[in-house]
C-alpha cells in the first residue's frame, strides 16, 4: 500500500505545483527537509535504478572497483576523491561504478542513453525532450559526453545535497542557454517536457494550458523586479520563502 501510494505521489500532478492541487495543511506546509540516506530514498531515483540495475552482485570482492579504475578507457577520480567530494558512501560508490561501467565502457555517457533511461521510466509519455535538458545539465562542460565523476556529483547534490545546493542545480537546469538567467520561455519550456513525460495518465487529469499557468504563476513570484527574467538571486529567495514553491521542487525530485 505504501509503495502504491509513492507511486502515485510520482506521477500526480502536484509534482508541478498544479494550480487545482488542495492547499497543503499547515501540518504538511513544512519546509523542503534534507532527505535521509537511505537506500531506499536513493533507489527512488531513476538514474540510480538505471545504474544499480547493471552493477555486479554485491557479493563480489569490493576491491574490484579499484582496479577496474585503472582499466576503463576514461579512468575516473580515485573512489577516496570521489567520497571527500559527494555524499556517498565508498561502497555506494563502488556498486554505481560497476554498473556505470558495465553499461557505458567507453565511461562516458551520451545523450542518447539519457533518453533511452527516461523512455523506460515513463513509457507512457513522451521523455525526449526532458530527457535532453536534463543531460545538458548534468554536461557541465557542454561536450557531449557525461564522466562518471560528473554523473556523481551531480547525483549527490540532487539526492543528498543542501536546500541551497539543490536549488542552484535546478536553476541551472531551467537556464537552458546557460546565460545565467531564466526566461519565462526557458521555465515553460522545462515544465512543458515534464508534463509531455508523465502523459496523460497523471492523476489528477492535467489540462494542456496547465504548464503555462504554473509558469505564469511561479514567474510572477519569482521576477521581482519585473525585468522579464529570473537571477540565480531571485531565484533562490523566492524558492526559500515561498512554501508552494518549495514543496512543488521537492515533489520535483521524483523525475530525477
Known amino acids: 500500500m505504501q509503495r502504491d501510494k509513492e507511486a502515485m505521489k510520482a506521477s500526480d500532478g502536484s509534482l508541478l505545483g498544479d494550480p487545482g492541487r488542495t492547499p497543503l495543511s499547515k501540518k504538511e506546509s513544512v519546509k523542503w527537509q534534507r532527505p535521509r540516506l537511505t537506500r531506499q530514498a536513493l533507489m527512488r531515483c531513476c538514474l540510480v535504478k538505471w545504474i544499480l540495475s547493471s552493477a555486479a552482485p554485491q557479493g563480489s570482492d569490493s576491491s574490484d572497483s579499484e582496479l577496474e579504475l585503472s582499466t576503463v578507457r576514461h579512468q575516473p577520480e580515485g573512489l577516496d576523491q570521489l567520497q571527500a567530494q559527494t555524499k556517498f558512501t565508498k561502497k555506494e560508490l563502488q556498486s554505481l561504478y560497476r554498473g556505470f561501467k558495465n553499461e557505458c565502457p567507453t565511461g562516458l555517457v551520451d545523450e542518447d542513453t539519457f533518453k533511452l533511461i527516461y523512455s523506460q521510466f ?3 509519455g513522451d521523455a525526449t525532450t526532458y530527457a535532453h535538458f536534463l543531460f545538458n545539465a548534468f554536461d557541465a562542460d557542454g561536450n557531449g559526453a557525461i564522466r562518471f565523476e560528473d554523473f556523481v556529483v551531480g547525483l549527490s547534490i540532487l539526492l543528498r545535497g543542501t536546500v541551497h545546493e539543490k536549488l542552484k542545480w535546478a536553476f541551472n537546469l531551467y537556464d537552458i542557454n546557460k546565460d545565467g538567467y531564466i526566461t519565462k520561455e ?3 519550456a522545462i515544465m512543458k517536457s515534464i508534463y509531455d513525460m508523465m502523459g496523460r495518465h497523471t492523476y489528477p487529469i492535467l489540462r494542456e494550458d496547465a504548464p503555462l499557468e504554473h509558469v505564469e504563476r511561479f514567474f510572477q513570484k519569482m521576477d521581482r523586479n519585473q525585468d ?10 523566492s524558492c526559500q520563502k515561498d512554501e508552494n514553491i518549495m514543496s512543488s521542487m521537492q515533489l520535483f525530485e521524483n523525475v530525477i
Not at 522579464?228 to 529567495?237: A, H, N
Request: net charge negative; proline share 6%; no cysteine.
Open 186 to 188: 526557458e521555465m515553460l
Open 122 to 124: 515513463f513509457p507512457q
Open 228 to 237: 522579464g527574467v529570473v537571477t540565480i538571486d531571485e531565484f533562490l529567495e
